[in-house]
């Protein structure tokens, strides 16, 4: 028996994807329609549960609160379906991971180790999901996380990966000494607790007065600005040792303190666990923890 409080699938698939783009243009475009028919499956969307899933503004939309909480549950039902589908059809076997990691993670660490993982497993199909928001609500969806939050906060069923240190990093083309690093910006991810007052608080000193730290949502930005020679940076060995063991950055100052965040490598369920789920799980555990 049908269930009537299930609105129509192309309504649900409007919706995902001009949430994901926060666009109603950009949802038409990847749907291959218009933009009025993905506003009106939209809208038909809202009248069909009875409340808004978008504020609009004149070149821009914004998710409301039910609209964040619905997503989650829309995002989730399509992979579980396109994940169903593969299998009936035979085109899975087994050997496509969805894996959810935020942006930094997956350009700074994973994306630089993909050549060595296909080497071994070159059977492998990864779909590498990266949000901005909350991954605690999109993880759902992905059969493999990799988190980022707090050390003390280990998720259930999660193994911690490595123990980091943060130290401050910089072009090895700036001049950067005791005396004048900090006419130089600084750059930093938000939401962090290792950050540079917490740094600077193992040197027993703070920020000069007047000296502002320039933030990103992501590490992905202040690290490759420090890259670029814009200025000092914080980072952290998961991101940034293979810049230094390039020579692409280097830490003009010996003080590293313990990160107070931590990598966490969140398995696939016991019954969603697939030959390429267990494959990436193994790799992951030996890149960080070898022999």
């Given at each position: 028996?049908?269930?009537?409080?299930?609105?129509?699938?192309?309504?649900?698939?409007?919706?995902?994807?001009?949430?994901?783009?926060?666009?109603?243009?950009?949802?038409?475009?990847?749907?291959?329609?218009?933009?009025?028919?993905?506003?009106?499956?939209?809208?038909?969307?809202?009248?069909?549960?009875?409340?808004?899933?978008?504020?609009?503004?004149?070149?821009?939309?914004?998710?409301?609160?039910?609209?964040?909480?619905?997503?989650?549950?829309?995002?989730?039902?399509?992979?579980?379906?396109?994940?169903?589908?593969?299998?009936?059809?035979?085109?899975?076997?087994?050997?496509?991971?969805?894996?959810?990691?935020?942006?930094?993670?997956?350009?700074?660490?994973?994306?630089?180790?993909?050549?060595?993982?296909?080497?071994?497993?070159?059977?492998?199909?990864?779909?590498?999901?990266?949000?901005?928001?909350?991954?605690?609500?999109?993880?759902?969806?992905?059969?493999?996380?990799?988190?980022?939050?707090?050390?003390t906060d280990d998720p259930p069923g999660a193994t911690r990966l490595g123990e980091d240190r943060c130290y401050a990093i910089a072009s090895p083309d700036l001049d950067v000494s005791e005396a004048n690093w900090s006419r130089y910006p600084l750059f930093d991810c938000t939401g962090v607790e290792s950050n540079w007052e917490y740094w600077l608080a193992g040197r027993r000193t703070t920020l000069p007065r007047g000296c502002t730290v320039n933030l990103a949502t992501t590490?992905?930005?202040?690290?490759?600005?420090?890259?670029?020679?814009?200025?000092?940076?914080?980072?952290?060995?998961?991101?940034?040792?293979?810049?230094?063991?390039?020579?692409?950055?280097?830490?003009?100052?010996?003080?590293?303190?313990?990160?107070?965040?931590?990598?966490?490598?969140?398995?696939?369920?016991?019954?969603?666990?697939?030959?390429?789920?267990?494959?990436?799980?193994?790799?992951?555990?030996?890149?960080?923890?070898?022999?």
């Open positions: 028996m049908a269930d009537s409080s299930l609105p129509p699938l192309n309504w649900l698939r409007a919706f995902e994807a001009a949430a994901r783009t926060l666009s109603f243009t950009a949802a038409a475009q990847e749907l291959n329609m218009t933009q009025p028919a993905v506003s009106q499956q939209v809208k038909a969307l809202e009248n069909h549960l009875g409340r808004a899933l978008f504020v609009r503004r004149t070149r821009s939309l914004q998710l409301t609160e039910a609209g964040r909480i619905y997503l989650p549950s829309v995002q989730e039902a399509f992979a579980t379906l396109g994940k169903g589908t593969r299998m009936l059809i035979g085109g899975d076997r087994g050997k496509v991971l969805t894996i959810h990691c935020n942006l930094a993670f997956s350009v700074l660490w994973l994306a630089p180790r993909l050549e060595e993982l296909y080497r071994r497993h070159p059977w492998l199909v990864l779909n590498v999901v990266t949000m901005v928001w909350d991954p605690k609500s999109f993880a759902p969806a992905a059969d493999v996380e990799i988190r980022y939050g707090s050390a590490y992905s930005v202040s690290i490759m600005a420090a890259v670029n020679r814009a200025g000092l940076a914080l980072a952290h060995d998961t991101l940034a040792g293979a810049l230094l063991d390039t020579g692409q950055l280097v830490k003009p100052f010996d003080t590293e303190r313990p990160l107070l965040e931590a990598y966490f490598l969140i398995p696939a369920a016991a019954h969603n666990e697939t030959p390429a789920s267990r494959a990436f799980e193994a790799w992951v555990l030996e890149q960080f923890h070898p022999g």
